[in-house]
């Protein structure tokens, strides 16, 4: 591709960069009514506006001759929500302006700030930051904006959610008035629409999102799920879909910890990305994921913002967006630059109705369904494994003499029934779900054997913190049966409903009342269980949620993963009557009343 209407240096290097043709908002920007103006950009992330902006202003920075002048004075500020974001449009603008021999200085949170303050004093021509360090440069006067002549403030709006519409504003007063102001959001709510109208002069709105979706490369699911599943969710879905790269959202920092500490205890080769982190720990941690040591990222909205990772193709809403802009600005974190990807939001099944309206909203399309189960999971190992050995390989003497002992030892199937075992070996175990797919009622549903039932009572239900990873070890030692003998639970607010084949109902009842442990009691062998010959009042049991069963195999959690605390929405079970437990997933986002406080 060539690029007559830029300077020499700039078509340059991006023939270099091996651009074949320019993306949508690049080639608008660089229309001629466009030319020298300012601007107000719609643009997705992964859809090259970082380039775009650099060439947008490059007929302010370079003189006739394509060459800049001496450094000094910043000619032109990038402002970003992150220091990742920060650094990584430092990155772009620097192969972009390298051949032009351009001084570039980041300042960003996290670094010394005493070297960003030699380097402004050395002289610059393009300063990218964040908005708390540039005003604390601004206040301090070593930053001095006299002769800017242009500024881009990158995710506007993700800047205004994040609370520094102050700080921009007196970035922006600081600024001449003849300067360029270039406003680049993936989204334009009213605050944004305010900010342009102060500070913006006849700008140009040019629209570059799809309009069909909010990303045309992402293949947009979702999963419902029993609200106690979620981490056994996420984890089939990371084995089914075996990611190069992928990405998992959380709402907090505890749960990014509590989340990342359980992928590494099942064997997955995880990071971790929230305001916790230093900014050397965030800088190690993108690394191993650039370096394939780490093929799994759990991280808040915040800390997650700007991350570009070329081989991203999972994104995971562990816990649902709070707004259609959220899933925007973290799904696109995949699909970027025409590659394709994919974006999975689990849906605790409570919350169906909220993310439709949230989906419609964004306009998005996406499929529903339910998580894989393990056979899937096994069928796609199964077509990996063989797509991995039959590969074509370059073998050298040492490997051959090595196969030929093997073969001297064993036969051809051992060896490759040996290959496929250590393989398997290496794979993190998959869970079984409880049964979502559909919400019948017990009375509609029944597994094989249930189709003659006997409904029992308990008198304990959501009041006491009731839920079906407690009951059913509990049915199962105080009725001396198995948990597939346990067909639908049915949790109301003080009374829980559930069957047992009629053929074992009488025994069933009897070791009830052995084990028994009588009124006087307080532990679980005094909860009273008795059959009740209706089941469930009619007209009055309460809607399906996520703490019943309805025909579906339900565990007690394994060891090693996190309890039904760890999960949104889910208390960790205790003994009935016990005070409620505090639950350690807060939902919302971070900064909200109640909640952890903001990312940083």
């Not at 529903?368 to 056979?375: F, K, L, S, Y």
């Not at 409880?434 to 409904?455: K, M």
């Not at 009842?509 to 084990?515: G, H, I, S, V, Y």
Request: overall charge neutral; glycine content about 8%; proline content about 7%.
């Amino acid at each position: 591709m060539t690029f007559p209407t830029l300077p020499p240096s700039l078509a340059d290097a991006l023939t270099e960069r091996g651009y074949a043709e320019a993306t949508d908002v690049q080639a608008a920007v660089l229309e001629a009514n466009a030319f020298g103006r300012d601007l107000i950009v719609s643009a997705q992330t992964g859809s090259g506006k970082t380039v775009a902006f650099g060439l947008a202003f490059a007929a302010q920075l370079l003189g006739e001759d394509g060459a800049l002048p001496r450094p000094g004075r910043p000619l032109a500020l990038v402002i970003a929500p992150t220091r990742e974001l920060a650094m990584q449009v430092s990155g772009e603008l620097e192969w972009l302006y390298g051949k032009a021999r351009a001084r570039i200085l980041a300042c960003v949170g996290g670094m010394d700030p005493a070297k960003e303050r030699r380097g402004l004093a050395a002289g610059v021509h393009i300063v990218v930051g964040t908005p708390g360090r540039l005003r604390d440069h601004l206040e301090r006067g070593a930053l001095d904006l006299s002769e800017l002549r242009a500024i881009v403030l990158d995710e506007a709006d993700e800047m205004l959610d994040m609370g520094f519409r102050e700080d921009l504003e007196e970035i922006l007063d600081a600024t001449p008035d003849n300067r360029r102001t270039l406003l680049f959001s993936a989204t334009m709510p009213s605050p944004i629409v305010a900010l342009a109208r102060q500070y913006q002069k006849d700008a140009v709105r040019i629209a570059a999102v799809g309009g069909s979706r909010g990303h045309g490369d992402i293949a947009y699911q979702a999963v419902t799920v029993a609200p106690a599943d979620i981490e056994s969710a996420v984890v089939n879905l990371l084995r089914f879909h075996e990611a190069e790269t992928a990405m998992l959202f959380c709402a907090t920092r505890d749960n990014v910890r509590r989340l990342h500490a359980t992928l590494l205890e099942r064997g997955f080769a995880a990071v971790a990305l929230s305001g916790e982190h230093s900014q050397s720990e965030r800088n190690q941690a993108l690394q191993a994921l650039r370096d394939r040591r780490a093929r799994v990222c759990v991280a808040t909205d915040v800390a997650a913002r700007g991350i570009d990772l070329p081989s991203l193709s999972l994104v995971i809403h562990v816990e649902t967006p709070r707004d259609a802009e959220t899933l925007q600005h973290r799904s696109g974190r995949t699909g970027r630059a025409g590659k394709k990807g994919i974006a999975v939001l689990i849906v605790p099944y409570p919350q169906r109705r909220r993310v439709e309206g949230m989906l419609r909203g964004a306009r998005i399309e996406a499929t529903w369904g339910t998580p894989p189960t393990p056979e899937a999971i096994r069928v796609q190992d199964r077509e990996r494994l063989l797509a991995a050995l039959l590969e074509p390989h370059e073998f050298d003497d040492e490997d051959r003499e090595l196969a030929a002992r093997l073969l001297a030892e064993r036969s051809p199937e051992d060896i490759a029934a040996s290959l496929v075992r250590a393989h398997r070996a290496q794979l993190p175990r998959t869970d079984e779900l409880l049964d979502t797919s559909t919400r019948a009622t017990p009375q509609e549903r029944h597994r094989p054997g249930f189709d003659d039932i006997v409904w029992f009572r308990m008198d304990v239900g959501r009041r006491q913190n009731a839920d079906p990873r407690w009951l059913l070890p509990l049915l199962c030692r105080r009725g001396h049966i198995t948990k597939n003998e346990v067909g639908a639970i049915r949790i109301g607010n003080s009374e829980t409903y559930f069957q047992v084949p009629r053929a074992i109902a009488g025994r069933f009842a009897e070791a009830l009342a052995r084990t028994a442990g009588g009124d006087a009691g307080d532990g679980e062998d005094s909860i009273r269980i008795i059959p009740s010959d209706s089941g469930p009042p009619e007209g009055r049991s309460p809607p399906p949620r996520g703490d019943e069963r309805g025909g579906a195999r339900a565990e007690a959690p394994r060891r090693g993963t996190l309890r039904p605390a760890a999960i949104p929405g889910i208390v960790t079970p205790t003994r009935p009557g016990a005070a409620r437990p505090q639950r350690p997933f807060r939902k919302g986002p971070e900064g909200k009343a109640g909640g952890p406080r903001r990312d940083k």
